[in-house]
């Protein structure tokens, strides 16, 4: 029983991280004021965290969704739903290979496809926040 219990805490707790995470990336004002704050000390709010916590903390790096839906932490539809996402970002890289640098992220064409995928994301996702 006690098994089946810390697979549901995992999962619960999985799940809003993962929530949290594709929301905050959805809300491009929200990263403007943060990632481009030069008061803001905290490492969460900048690409280079966004990009490893979203890869590496949800071990999305091999393989995609395909393990998170066998572990039953997304549904098959919501698989769906942030697969565009998903490849757009295993496709970008920041400009000149520096990750660090918040500003030229943004202004980066590149990041253009990955804006304008924001919002339908984050819309189609909407039911489940």
Not at 26 to 47: F, G, I, M, V
Not at 84 to 89: G, V
């Amino acid at each position: 029983m006690a098994v089946a219990e810390d697979a549901s805490n995992l999962r619960v707790a999985w799940r809003r991280y993962w929530l949290q995470q594709i929301h905050d990336f959805s809300d491009a004002n929200l990263q403007r004021r943060e990632w481009l704050n030069p008061k803001q000390t905290n490492p969460h709010w900048s690409y280079i965290e966004f990009m490893c916590s979203y890869f590496s903390g949800f071990c999305l790096s091999e393989g995609g969704y395909a393990k998170a839906v066998t572990d039953n932490l997304v549904t098959e539809e919501e698989a769906v739903i942030v697969a565009r996402l998903h490849k757009l970002l295993e496709k970008h890289d920041a400009p000149n290979g520096n990750h660090y640098d918040n500003n030229a992220v943004f202004d980066d064409p590149a990041s253009e496809r990955v804006n304008d995928f924001r919002t339908g994301s984050a819309l189609s996702l909407s039911p489940i926040f």
